[in-house]
């Protein structure tokens, strides 16, 4: 059987784990955040362990309506990255019966949607929300940090729901069933949650590629600039 998507991300770790893996740009606040396939996995482990420490388990399905907020920002490769790795479902769009709803920093919508919300600041650095949250709203930056570094996973079923929109519902295996084209840096701008998440994330961990994801308004110029300091195409 093929490797499943985190198990080409901890070879990615093995092979070249401090190269560029995604690289990540806001040119509105100037933020530029780059993270290596190491420094990922270390997010996306930290995150799976508090995954079990809110109890879910395979099977269970997360809501990431942070995905259709933010569906090129790092912290939104690291939840979905961290669900596939503990077997649980990501749903966009529809949140109904989720075990747990993950926002952006817009959370006020969401508060009491789920048995679990967990807010997300988007901070550049993972910082904190810095607002005071209700009790049924999680602040991810407060839950992650005091998380074990590493953690060892449980290999997930191929046929284990890991997606389902109003378009598509992919099991693990679909993940990595498609052709792929060769190895390259990729420069994306963000558009729906899976074409962004197909591009940005599970690509260049099937290819040994990167991305640089430019997210929000810039010019021509600014995007061209980009481009050329990342040695990117696209």
Avoid at 54 to 66: P, T
């Amino acid at each position: 059987m093929s490797e499943l998507i985190t198990a080409r991300l901890r070879r990615r770790v093995r092979t070249a784990g401090g190269e560029p893996l995604l690289t990540y740009y806001e040119p509105a606040t100037g933020a530029r955040v780059e993270l290596s396939a190491v420094t990922l996995l270390n997010w996306v482990d930290k995150t799976s362990h508090l995954l079990d420490e809110l109890d879910l388990s395979a099977g269970d399905v997360v809501g990431l309506a942070l995905a259709e907020e933010a569906p090129g920002h790092w912290v939104t490769a690291v939840w979905e990255l961290a669900c596939w790795q503990v077997g649980l479902a990501v749903a966009v769009g529809r949140y109904d019966g989720v075990q747990l709803l993950v926002t952006g920093p817009d959370w006020a919508p969401f508060a009491g949607a789920a048995p679990e919300v967990l807010a997300c600041s988007l901070h550049p650095l993972g910082l904190p929300l810095g607002s005071e949250l209700p009790s049924s709203v999680l602040d991810y930056a407060l839950e992650v940090r005091g998380q074990a570094d590493s953690y060892s996973p449980t290999v997930q079923p191929a046929k284990a729901l890991a997606w389902q929109d109003e378009e598509r519902r992919l099991d693990q295996a679909a993940l990595v069933a498609e052709p792929w084209p060769p190895p390259a840096r990729r420069l994306l701008r963000p558009s729906e949650p899976w074409p962004t998440t197909h591009a940005a994330v599970v690509a260049p961990l099937l290819t040994g590629g990167s991305s640089v994801v430019v997210s929000g308004a810039v010019s021509d110029d600014e995007l061209a600039r980009i481009r050329r300091d990342e040695r990117a195409d696209g």
